[in-house]
């Protein structure tokens, strides 16, 4: 298919392919992928205040209240302190340290051969209809794609993609002779 196309639905360059070749990523990937990193930090940042939040919140705010003050909470505030608090306590913790984690080092990986484009069909029922995901499969990997990727890669050709190791993030995609 048209190289233009693989390097448009992809967003990539000639530069970036040049520089996945030799395992590195050009500057413009690396500013995509730390603004993505810093995206999922900013949300596990809040999401550990919120479940902080909810782990505490209660029986701070409940403690005071009460006909009798704080007796006629006192077993609900003991079993929310030894309980809710430890473990929302916990899993706040373990977000907000992975907001605060450096960036791991990414390496450049490459994996070619025939691809084979698998549509996925599960339903949702939450709402209530067919939910249809695309996966691009070659040698031995699996990535996440959209419906138009058969638009342009077809199925059975031999491409070489270059990928961030342990990651689903595809960076470049060349078709390769011969396959």
């Given at each position: 298919m048209n190289d233009e196309l693989l390097k448009k639905y992809f967003d990539f360059d000639e530069g970036d392919l040049s520089?996945?070749?030799?395992?590195?990523?050009?500057?413009r990937q690396q500013a995509r992928r730390a603004s993505g990193?810093?995206?999922?930090k900013r949300l596990a940042l809040v999401a550990g205040l919120v479940v902080l939040l909810i782990a505490v919140g209660p029986s701070v705010i409940l403690w005071p209240f009460g006909e009798?003050?704080?007796?006629?909470?006192?077993?609900?505030?003991?079993?929310?302190?030894?309980?809710?608090i430890p473990l929302g306590g916990f899993f706040a913790f373990k977000l907000i340290r992975f907001?605060?984690?450096?960036?791991?080092?990414?390496?450049?990986?490459?994996?070619?051969?025939?691809?084979n484009l698998i549509?996925?069909?599960s339903y949702n029922s939450s709402m209530h209809r067919?939910?249809?995901?695309y996966e691009l499969h070659v040698g031995g990997q699996t990535f996440d794609v959209e419906s138009e990727a058969g638009d342009i890669m077809m199925q059975g050709d031999v491409y070489?993609?270059?990928?961030?190791?342990?990651?689903?993030?595809?960076?470049?995609?060349?078709r390769l002779a011969g396959g």
């Open positions: 520089a996945n070749r030799l395992g590195r990523m050009t500057p990193e810093k995206f999922v009798n003050g704080p007796e006629d909470h006192l077993t609900f505030w003991i079993i929310w302190s030894l309980v809710w907001s605060g984690s450096r960036p791991k080092e990414a390496r450049v990986c490459k994996v070619e051969g025939p691809i549509k996925e069909e067919t939910v249809d995901e070489a993609i270059y990928y961030i190791e342990g990651e689903q993030d595809i960076l470049s995609v060349e």
